[in-house]
């Protein structure tokens, strides 16, 4: 799993031209799934390392300016998309590979999974984009601040 976390004073997602999802201040995270990653990964040590250090990076300035403060912190929102493009190769040619990418049936598993399990632990609102579906994805990235996680890190 590969999270790319980015700070957000607020973001919304379309799908054919209407609005699917939609916060203020937090994190937008795309979220993608792997080749190795198994319908078993939610019930790891490594889903919940990464779910709880998503949720408590301390990435918002506290009255001093400085990254002190996390989502808990300022009540922030949570916006999350799919995104299996995480996985790309770009190793051959100019065509970008997907192989390295989860199935989409397992994907689709996994991602309802995270965000069930980011739903029930985030202190503010949860959005999402739609699985599968071709997005307009709109956001400020406020800093801007990005910050990736990848499970292999975490094994």
């Given at each position: 799993m590969k999270l790319v976390i980015q700070r957000t004073s607020g973001g919304r997602v379309e799908v054919e031209g209407k609005p699917v999802g939609e916060i203020g201040p937090g994190i937008m995270v795309l979220a993608g799934f792997g080749k190795?990653?198994?319908e078993k990964l939610p019930?790891?040590?490594v889903w919940k390392t990464l779910i709880d250090k998503m949720l408590g990076l301390r990435i918002f300035e506290d009255g001093e300016g400085r990254m002190n403060n996390s989502l808990e912190d300022i009540n922030g929102d949570v916006l999350l998309?799919?995104?299996f493009t995480l996985y790309a190769s770009c190793k051959k040619g100019r065509r970008p590979s997907f192989t390295r990418a989860a199935s989409p049936q397992l994907a689709s598993g996994l991602f309802d999974k995270l965000v069930a399990d980011v739903t029930e632990k985030a202190p503010a609102k949860v959005a999402t984009g739609q699985f599968g579906?071709?997005?307009?994805v709109d956001f400020v990235n406020w800093g801007p601040v990005t910050i990736i996680l990848d499970s292999n890190d975490f094994i």
């Open positions: 190795d990653d198994t019930q790891s040590k998309v799919s995104q579906a071709m997005m307009n």
